[in-house]
């Protein structure tokens, strides 16, 4: 498309009439005398020509005009040669670009127009093809992002590499608006912190020697004096850049935003042609406010924003001559940002809606009227870009009056539904990046955007309880605390009313976009964006691994919410509910709608439709071709996107990735042309191929090739319905298209919206942060001895900055809270929770056919509820969400039903489901909601947590069990561990838990399940003590090689992750020991029934491990003990209270709370484990004795201490580990006993430990008294620790019932000889 609108194959429509002699006659009703003083109206002479008498004036006809015209128009035109001659001081060519072909350092895409460039390595370098070096000179750059980026001047022989860039180099000096700093080899602070959205301003006097930068047009100061300067120098405009960083340069094209006086742009700006767009404008602006009164014969003013084009044939001919010369210069991107967006700007100035200014509508009509096609094209894609980058670009003032401008111009433009079509199928979605427009930026600098004069009073919460948080309604808060409070909220208010009406206007566009009625002029508006919307979504899920063709997620966050709302609006227009609104499964299996590669929940699509096409022919009458099925499963192999294209009726078997992402992170432009590397130059595939191949990409192609009757079906046709199940209604929810748009909303959400939400909250945790500071350091001040007036200084300096922290970061959180946060967002996202979940309901009940619906469903409706919970609140309270209590029912049951759903494969989306289910179970709200889905779900569930643990990711469902019984356990009612709020009281980061919620319902439930099945309660329990075994045997084996680390002389180091595993295992056994714990409670009689067949066997296994942990822990000077007290970051949660109390509980329920015969049975087995020492039991209430602790360590198994190595030493280096020496002189630490944590532990449960061990130091004495010795050939020979009970049949080998039990649970075989065991016998040796 030429620039400058003509070319020798487009032929410019002829509007004169059909001869000279004709003119008169065709006129009709305008007669000779009042045409030319019509004429000589709209075409005066130039004013240096004098005002002629209208007696003295030459007739002019249109005959004449042309010449006329162009007579007026060559006017104070430059000469031809001193057009094109060259400014001194300047040297290069025009236009200025960026030199991609030499001038550039390391890899980078740049734009189609060669300004645009995006950072594609480490740091990346580039510069233009011009450079100064006389007199004073500017460009521009738009930050698209604001991270590390040097812009500056450089000269020819700055040679940069992927560590050094512009300003590394003697001769280059750059402005670093991320770290605040100015490089000239040497770094100095410099400037104010830069933000996407911004425009450095780069300043060169080469007269005086010195540079200086501007930001949003205001002077930074200069920045660099005595440059080097003289014959030989001159400096190009360069940049350096980090991976994904990117900006766009003006070096004159258009208009720069913020010119400086006395400094010129790079480039030359069109003079002759903006002199006669402007003349041309004037002409237009007269034939628009004159109108001609035939019957009078005179000419009337009036008001130009009235004119309609009524066809007359003398206005439109005169018309029809000035846009043969103005059609051209509109198709050149610096005409139409200066002249005719400005003039259409100045229509809207008025004021009102948009809808009261119709010229804007007529003008339109117009331009399609006069203009050659590729004309119109061509201007109205630079106005939108123009338009864009003004929006984008424009800083940020307390009334965003800039950005309502711009976009009132865009809605305006967008309601021409000729224009609105040609730029949703050519624009919008291709070549722009058009959701910028849907974007409100965030102020990073709270002066400049005037939050300071909206909000003038600031707030911050002042009140926090034990734990560090906010407490939402304070008692105890002053009237003055009050007072500023209120005040803030009044001024987020105000704020909140001003970003509303942006909104409001974002909708509006959308709304347009969304029009099926506009079917006058071909497809309507809302077909062409569907499936343009369907390509943007397909480019950002096709290329997540591609970071350069992604759409920003805080655009995405944005245009979700407007596309809500208006998707929402046009709904209910239908009169039918939005908020029922859910998507229909056949659009998840029929192939009409594309989900690309994204996973679904049964696995691949070309598996599921092989493995379920007899499920669908009966359920939803689609029938398979096999042929197909053969060819999606090549596609799967070979991944040749051509192969099965012609043979697939559907077109969502996969969609492959695109030839080129039209979605780069360019300020205005969508697509890189060029990819740029030192290595090699490339270019990429061209925008548009003139001709396209043969092999086209039937899948990628079907999106966009799909029409209206596709979509909403006629004729029988169910467009995207087809295939409906049996469970579904006959008549569609909403119009079709509507019910992709939603699905498509969803697809956003999973994309990237959710990470952003979690993103913007850490300026709230700032604020929260700040204050927590600000209140110590005040309250330090209030202790601050008088005579100590130097701490007293230091002090105020902290509180003055924290005060000044905050007020600025409670201005940026009111922003934050109107655009992302408020309580009209948070409906939204709990529309899309409803919508989730509905939409997951319908789908399970189409059976087997479940396994075809996308992951993302499952994951957003986890998210979405997360986002509910953890980032909205507490600003807005969920409770107030209307129908929450029963949304969150719907989630339960969906959390219930298919974490462990059989339909389900994808292992990342069961572990999701799995978490979801812990975290809901964490809380009383929601655990309630558990609680009250129906009985056979809540069964259902619990038999699926009490599956066996071998074979699957235990951990997450043995913390689940834990949550459901913590705060019924011994000692298991704490919400911090109370050894870190004795040793660490006011840190806020160390771990912190829920507060307590069991639920006795599900304990009942699960009570019920192990007493009844029994094999099931054997399997589950054998799991669990096989994975404390495991768990606690691998922490002993860590501990131990910290400690071997801690005692070399030299200093050590020890890999992080190490002490994280480490201290994993720990919590690990802990929480296995509260399940243990649970069970001995709910259901004592799996251990102590023996007429059960494997209850003896368990309890010895009980016995044993509960033994081993004692002894480990309890013993004094032991590992556990040093290693505690070496106090390690990262091995916070590791003391002897949370292990300690758990073992404590088993024990209090099967030796004090059981019965008679239990108790006897819980006591004999324990004190005859040979690991049974009494000492450990009287550690737990500090009755330990050093004699018996001496001698603790001796009597440990070996085997215990041997374990795998998980991780290596000296990896890391972080955290060193204190000397073993130095710990020796250490006071030595009191030693440990429940009676210390009565905050924690009740004096009921204190006695129940005395009664225990009174009991068993009685039972001890007994037994030491009445057991005779063994001889070494009475004990079982496999443990050494029982006598010989059992004899095995046939092969009579013998030992103790304990061993064999446990043999015969896994194999079949002989300990001794391998014959197979059909029997075992009790034995006893004869007398």
């Known amino acids: 498309m030429s620039s400058k609108g003509g070319g020798t194959a487009l032929t410019r ?375 864009l980058r003004a929006y984008r670009f424009s800083p940020i003032i307390p009334d965003l009056g800039f950005q309502i401008h711009y976009l009132r111009l865009t809605t305006a433009v967008l309601n021409h539904e000729k224009s609105r079509k040609y730029l949703l199928n050519n624009v919008l979605f291709d070549v722009l990046r058009s959701v910028v427009f849907f974007y409100i930026k965030t102020p990073l600098r709270v002066k400049e955007a005037g939050l300071e004069e909206l909000i003038p009073t600031t707030w911050w919460p002042t009140h926090f309880d034990k734990e560090g948080k906010d407490e939402r309604e304070p008692s105890d808060e002053s009237a003055d605390e009050r007072l500023r409070r209120r005040a803030y909220e009044r001024g987020c208010q105000r704020l909140k009313k001003r970003i509303e009406v942006v909104e409001e206007l974002q909708v509006q566009i959308l709304k347009l976009l969304l029009n099926n009625k506009d079917k006058t002029t071909g497809e309507a508006s809302r077909y062409i964006f569907l499936n343009k919307f369907r390509k943007f979504l397909q480019e950002n899920a096709s290329n997540r691994g591609h970071p350069t063709a992604l759409c920003p997620p805080e655009y995405m966050v944005c245009f979700l919410h407007r596309l809500i709302t208006a998707v929402r609006m046009s709904w209910d227009e239908g009169r039918r509910q939005s908020e029922e609104a859910y998507v229909p499964p056949q659009l998840f299996y029929n192939g009409k709608v594309d989900y690309f590669d994204l996973q679904r929940l049964g696995g691949l699509l070309s598996h599921l439709k092989k493995t379920l096409k007899d499920d669908l022919a009966s359920k939803a009458n689609i029938i398979i071709d096999p042929a197909e099925i053969q060819a999606s499963s090549m596609d799967d192999l070979d991944e040749d996107e051509e192969s099965g294209a012609a043979q697939r009726p559907f077109g969502a078997a996969v969609g492959g990735a695109l030839a080129r992402p039209s979605w780069l992170s360019s300020p205005t432009l969508g697509r890189a042309n060029r990819f740029l590397s030192t290595a090699a130059v490339s270019l990429m595939t061209p925008r548009r191929p003139l001709s396209q191949p043969e092999k086209v990409k039937v899948r990628t192609l079907a999106v966009e090739q799909r029409t209206e009757d596709d979509i909403e079906g006629s004729h029988g046709n169910d467009g995207l319905l087809l295939g409906r199940p049996m469970e579904e209604p006959e008549q569609p929810i909403a119009d079709k298209s509507l019910l992709e748009i939603v699905d498509g909303i969803v697809m956003m959400y999973n994309l990237s919206v959710h990470q952003q939400l979690g993103k913007m909250v850490v300026v709230s945790d700032d604020v929260h942060e700040y204050a927590v500071a600000l209140k110590d350091t005040e309250e330090k001040i209030a202790r601050c001895p008088a005579k100590r007036a130097d701490i007293l200084d230091e002090l105020q300096k902290s509180q003055k900055v924290f005060s000044e922290k905050l007020n600025h970061l409670s201005r940026r959180l009111a922003w934050i809270n109107a655009t992302i946060y408020s309580k009209e967002k948070m409906l939204d996202v709990y529309w899309l929770l409803c919508v989730c979940i509905r939409t997951i309901e319908h789908a399970d009940n189409t059976g087997s056919l479940f396994a075809f619906a996308p992951e993302f469903y499952l994951n957003v409706a986890m998210n979405a509820y997360s986002a509910l919970k953890n980032y909205f609140s507490p600003a807005n309270s969920m409770e107030e969400l209307p129908g929450y209590e029963e949304t969150l029912t719907q989630l339960a049951a969906i959390l219930a039903k298919h974490f462990a759903d059989p339909r389900i494969v994808g292992t990342d989306i069961k572990d999701s489901l799995m978490q979801a289910l812990a975290s809901y179970v964490c809380y009383p709200q929601s655990l309630r909601a558990v609680e009250r889905i129906p009985e056979e779900q809540r069964v259902a569930m619990m038999r699926n947590l009490l599956a066996p643990y071998e074979q699957r990711p235990w951990a997450q469902t043995n913390w689940i069990l834990v949550r459901l ?320 009970s059992a004899v095995f049949k046939p092969c009579s080998h013998k030992s103790c019932k304990a061993c064999i039990n446990q043999h015969l649970m896994n194999n079949k075989d002989c300990f001794f000889c391998k014959a197979t065991i059909t029997g075992v016998e009790d034995y006893s040796k004869p007398c």
Not at 970 to 976: A, K, S
Request: charged share 20%.
């Open 13 to 387: 429509r002829n509007y004169r009439l059909a001869s000279d002699t004709d003119k008169p006659r065709s006129t009709g009703i305008v007669n000779e005398k009042l045409l030319s003083d019509y004429l000589h109206h709209v075409f005066p002479p130039s004013t240096n020509q004098g005002p002629a008498l209208a007696s003295l004036r030459k007739p002019l006809g249109f005959q004449d005009l042309g010449a006329h015209l162009e007579k007026l128009l060559s006017e104070g035109e430059p000469a031809e040669d001193s057009r094109d001659e060259a400014v001194e001081g300047r040297l290069g060519p025009q236009p200025v670009v960026l030199d991609h072909t030499s001038g550039f350092e390391g890899l980078l895409f740049v734009d189609d127009d060669l300004l645009g460039v995006i950072g594609h390595s480490n740091f990346s370098s580039i510069r233009a093809t011009t450079c100064v070096y006389k007199g004073k000179w500017a460009y521009e750059v738009l930050i698209s992002s604001q991270g590390l980026m040097q812009i500056g001047w450089c000269t020819l022989n700055c040679r940069f590499n992927q560590e050094e860039g512009v300003g590394d180099t003697p001769d280059s000096y750059a402005y670093d608006g991320n770290r605040v700093r100015k490089w000239n080899v040497t770094t100095t602070n410099y400037g104010k912190s830069w933000a996407a959205g911004d425009i450095v301003s780069c300043l060169i006097d080469l007269d005086e020697g010195t540079i200086t930068f501007c930001l949003n047009g205001q002077s930074l100061g200069t920045a660099f004096t005595n440059i080097k300067t003289g014959p030989g120098v001159a400096y190009f405009p360069a940049i350096s850049l980090s991976f994904k960083e990117s900006v766009a340069f003006n070096f004159g094209s258009r208009p720069l935003r913020y010119p400086v006086e006395g400094y010129l742009p790079l480039q030359n700006p069109p003079t002759a042609d903006l002199m006669k767009a402007n003349k041309l404008l004037g002409f237009i602006k007269t034939v628009l406010s004159t109108s001609i009164d035939t019957q009078e014969e005179r000419l009337l003013e009036r008001e130009f924003t009235g004119w309609r084009l009524h066809g007359e044939p003398t206005v439109l001919v005169t018309l029809a001559h000035i846009f043969n010369h103005f059609a051209p210069l509109m198709c050149k991107v610096y005409l139409v940002e200066d002249v005719l967006m400005n003039f259409l700007l100045g229509i809207l100035e008025g004021g009102g809606s948009v809808d009261e200014h119709p010229l804007i509508q007529q003008l339109l009509d117009l331009f399609w009227l006069l203009m050659e096609d590729y004309e119109v094209s061509e201007c109205l894609k630079q106005l939108m870009m123009s338009l």
């Open 965 to 1284: 019984w913590r705060g019924c356990g011994f000692g298991y009612r704490y919400t911090r561990l109370p050894h870190l709020l004795k040793t660490k009281p006011e840190d806020a980061n160390l771990p912190s838990l829920q507060k307590p919620c069991p639920s006795l319902l599900l304990q009942r439930h699960m009570a019920e399940l192990l007493s009844v099945d029994k094999e099931m309660a054997a399997s589950f329990l054998n799991s669990v003590l096989n994975q404390l075994n495991w768990a606690f045997s691998e922490f002993i084996g860590m501990i131990q090689e910290i400690q071997q680390a801690a005692e070399r002389p030299e200093r050590n180091f020890v890999d992080t992750r190490q002490l994280k595993v480490c201290a994993t295992c720990f919590d690990l056994s802990v929480s296995l020991l509260r399940v243990l714990e649970m069970t001995v409670t709910l259901v004592p009689e799996i251990f102590l029934d023996w007429t059960r067949p494997s209850a003896e066997l368990l309890l010895r296994r009980l016995a044993q491990l509960l033994n081993q942990v004692l002894n480990r822990v309890t013993a004094e000077k032991n590992l556990f003990d040093r290693v505690v007290n070496l106090r390690l970051p990262g091995l916070e949660s590791v003391d002897r209270y949370p292990i300690l109390v758990a073992v404590t509980g088993i024990l209090v329920r099967v030796l004090v709370d059981g019965d008679r015969q239990g108790i006897s049975r819980a006591s004999s087995v324990l004190l005859s484990d040979p690991c049974f020492q009494l000492h450990s039991i009287q550690h737990l209430l500090g009755e330990d004795s050093s004699s018996s602790s001496s001698s603790s360590s001796s009597s440990l198994p070996a085997s215990s201490s041997s374990r795998p190595v998980i991780g290596s030493l000296g990896s890391a280096v972080t955290p060193a580990i204190p000397s073993a020496a130095a710990n020796t002189n250490s006071t030595e630490r009191k030693h440990f006993s429940l009676h210390a944590y009565s905050d924690y532990i009740s004096e009921e449960e204190k006695q129940k430990v005395e009664l225990m061990l009174a009991f068993l130091t009685e039972e001890n004495q007994q037994a030491a008294a009445s057991t005779a010795p063994t001889s070494e050939e009475d004990l079982c020979p496999i443990c050494y620790a029982h006598s010989i």
